[in-house]
């Protein structure tokens, strides 16, 4: 009878202790970021922080300052209000980065083990970007969602007309943008 009762409380002991095993069957943690802005639309956060790539480029199509094809990408804005009259709906950006000397601020520092070569951004109208300096101003289509459309693309470098060598392998740039609304 006592050995009834040692195995029936080892029993239950057992089963409570796979009942709060089974009991967490998943957790986490969600963290939540973002930032209040002074604008008429809102920066879709897609946006934000996004990455364009480049592709595979042979180094024979950067030869003599090359470019390869350009990659596009968008800034896109949600939930524009430029109230009525319409006011702000005019946007310029502003990239920043490191630069490579010797174009005038035209192409961003490349970093990795690839040389030789540097990325340039062009808005839509082909124009391209100086680092520092606003673009053109873009009217925005109206109340509601919009995009901001640029391309981006890898140059080889040259100095004093003389073709820096192109050295193949990995590379990475980074270009942070400002918009300012008029």
Known sequence: MKLNKIMIATVMAMGVSSFSYAADQGHGKVNFKGSIIDSPCNVHPDSIDQTVDLGQISNRDLAKSGKSELRQFTIKLENCDFGTPAAKNKVTTT????????????????SGSAAGAGVGIQTYQGEDVVMGKPTSAVELAGNGDNELKFAGFLQGLSSNDVDV????????AVANFQLAYQ
């Open 165 to 172: 060598p192109v050295v193949p392998g990995d590379f990475t």
């Open 95 to 110: 990239f920043n980065g490191a630069v490579v000397a010797g174009t005038n601020s035209k192409l961003l520092n490349i």
